[in-house]
Structure formats: C-alpha cells, structure tokens
Nanobody, 125 residues
Framework: QVQVAESGGGLVQAGGSLRLSCEVSGRTFNRDDMGWYRQAPGKKREFVAAMSWSGSIINYHGNVKGRFTISRDNAKNTVYLQMNNLTPEDTAIYFC??????????????????WGQGTTVTVSS
C-alpha cells in the first residue's frame, strides 16, 4: 500500500520561503517520477512541478519557474519543494503525487491512491 505524506506547510509573509517535504513508502521510490500539484480556494487543481526518477528531467509551471525548486533524495524516499519569494497567489493546498510525468503539457493524472493528503500553504500580504 502506497503512503504519501507531505509536511512543511504553514503561514508565511509575502516574499518569504517555505520548504515542503514528501516521504513515500510502499513503492520503489527511486524508479518513480514525482511531482507537486496545488489547489487554491475556489480554483481547479494545477500542476506545480515534477522531476523524473533519475532527477535528470524537471518541469515547472510557468507561474513558479525561477521561484520554486523541486529536488529529491532517493536514499530517504523523499521529494522536496523549495518555495522562495512567495506571493499571496501561491496560497493553496499542496499535494505530493507519485508517478507525475515531468514532461511539459502532459495530460496524464496519477490515480487517487498516489496522492498525499496535502499540506496547506498560506501567504499573507
């Protein structure tokens, strides 16, 4: 059974930083592409970032490129999302998702069991 556990969310002022972590168990993590999605209040879920299992392919949504950095530590079965220069528009629930393709414009959505419960990020102005 896959377990996906995010942590690191919280309240931060605009311009601040947060680092989200996601630990995965029940999978061969070092063979899984990993990604982050987010859902803001009243809005649709959107892709944020993804990284291939090897770390060699990375893709970001245009709104976060240059501010967010995805990374992974396969020895710890953990993927990270470093978020810098946060704005109120980044306020959302952030989900860690296994098997997220790091290819631009991918329409593949991983099945529900590969999603974490989410961690809330709130950015105040």
């Amino acid at each position: 059974q896959v377990q996906v556990a995010e942590s690191g969310g919280g309240l931060v002022q605009a311009g601040g930083s947060l680092r989200l972590s996601c630990e995965v168990s029940g999978r061969t993590f070092n063979r899984d592409d990993m990604g982050w999605y987010r859902q803001a209040p009243g809005k649709k879920r959107e892709f944020v970032a993804a990284m291939s299992w090897s770390g060699s392919i990375i893709n970001y949504h245009g709104n976060v490129k240059g501010r967010f950095t995805i990374s992974r530590d396969n020895a710890k079965n953990t993927v990270y999302l470093q978020m810098n220069n946060l704005t109120p528009e980044d306020t959302a629930i952030y989900f860690c998702v296994v098997d997220t393709p790091p290819t631009p414009n991918s329409t593949y959505i991983p099945r529900d069991e590969l999603w974490g419960q989410g961690t809330t990020v709130t950015v105040s102005s």
